[in-house]
């Protein structure tokens, strides 16, 4: 790849930015200052410095974030706040997406990422990869939503939902329970709970397939995956 496009998706500002670098010298591949942002590397291969910090080229990213309430899933908006807004300061320079998206008032576990393949891996409907959710109920919760989840909710607009698990955490005036879909449809655990006369008080997302939101992550922050924590998410995909 040219270096200038290296650089520049490496953090080191746009493509003015990166030739002004470059004009100083402060960039060296392999030992040799390189003044040209035309002349093509292999990150791989090639050693390249800005002056003595060492450019750590990474194809694509892939974050977990613990997102608040009050954010929506898209990577930009002129009006409202975006999941991308909370990343910019550290990735903005990376072209970063959600994979699929969460309610403006749900909270929990999102992925952002710039690889596509990986993305349409989880959010492929045929994949069915599971998703956990942690919701606040109106009202109890009993044997019988148990049961109507299991044989799958027909919504107002007639679709007829997948089977899903629901486990009751503490039934009550707010109940507690754990949905796990394996599939996302618009609003869905909020529909699901509305044609069995009940209201989502509280939701958020805790696993995408194996892959468990990290607890030490405050509301807002975030991290990159691991290797191992990539392979999770979509363990549960079918092929």
């Known amino acids: 790849m040219r270096l200038d496009k290296l650089l520049s998706e490496s953090g080191y500002g746009s493509r003015k930015d990166v030739k002004k670098v470059l004009k100083k010298g402060r960039i060296t591949v392999d030992g040799h200052v390189v003044k040209d942002g035309k002349v093509k590397v292999d990150p791989s291969r090639q050693t390249i410095f800005n002056g003595n910090t060492c450019v750590k080229y990474q194809q694509h990213v892939y974050l977990m974030l613990n997102k608040p309430s009050g954010v929506i899933s898209a990577t930009e908006d002129p009006k409202q706040q975006t999941v991308i807004d909370l ?68 919504l107002g607009d007639g679709y007829m939902t997948r089977p899903s698990s629901l486990s009751i955490i503490e039934s009550g005036p707010k109940s507690v329970i754990e949905l796990v879909l394996t599939e996302g449809k618009f609003h869905q655990v909020k529909r699901m709970f509305a044609a069995c006369g009940k209201q989502v008080i509280a939701l958020e997302r805790t696993h995408i397939g194996e892959l468990a939101l990290d607890l030490a992550l405050a509301s807002g922050a975030y991290r990159e995956l691991t290797e191992e924590e990539k392979h999770l998410a979509v363990s549960s995909a079918k092929t």
């Open 87 to 154: 990343i910019a300061a550290e990735w903005g320079h990376k072209k970063m997406f959600p994979i699929g998206r969460l309610d403006k008032d749900t909270t929990g576990l999102l992925l952002l990422t710039t690889d596509g393949t990986y993305a349409h891996a989880l959010m492929a409907p045929k994949r069915h990869v599971a998703k956990r959710y942690r919701a606040v109920i109106a009202g109890e919760v009993g044997e019988n939503e148990r049961k109507q989840f299991a044989e799958g909710i027909l």
